[in-house]
């Protein structure tokens, strides 16, 4: 299984953009997926996430502005930024949590500017 992301650029603060990834086999049983990011000279931090179940949590500084959902009929996770603002510049990456393993999609470049 590999993941595939999509949907990165360039925007200016205040407007917005849609991360999608897609996983390249079927998942089936009990899993997360989620979008985690990584700015310049910073660790990687949770942004949102997604189980199998439909639960959601988001970090305090999306809340209210990004919504995480999924597809699990074609094995895919999007995330809707709005309200977009330059501390969201970051490498977007994807992410599966099945028991036992956890897999990485490639990074895609979100550069928003003021």
């Known amino acids: 299984v590999q993941l595939q992301a999509s949907g990165g650029g360039l925007m200016q603060a205040g407007g917005s953009l849609t991360l999608s990834c897609t996983s390249s086999?079927?998942?089936?049983?009990?899993?997360?997926m989620g979008w985690f990011r990584q700015a310049p000279g910073k660790q990687r931090e949770m942004v949102a996430r997604?189980?199998?179940?439909?639960?959601?949590s988001y970090a305090d500084s999306v809340k209210g502005r990004f919504t995480i959902s999924r597809d699990n009929a074609k094995n895919t996770v999007s995330m809707q930024m709005n309200s977009l603002k330059p501390e969201d510049t970051a490498v977007y990456y994807c992410?599966?949590?099945?028991?036992?393993?956890?897999?990485w999609g490639r990074g895609t470049q979100v550069t928003v500017s003021s």
């Open positions: 992410n599966l949590v099945l028991p036992g393993r956890i897999l």
């Open positions: 086999g079927s998942i089936s049983g009990a899993n997360v």
């Open positions: 997604i189980a199998s179940s439909g639960g959601t």
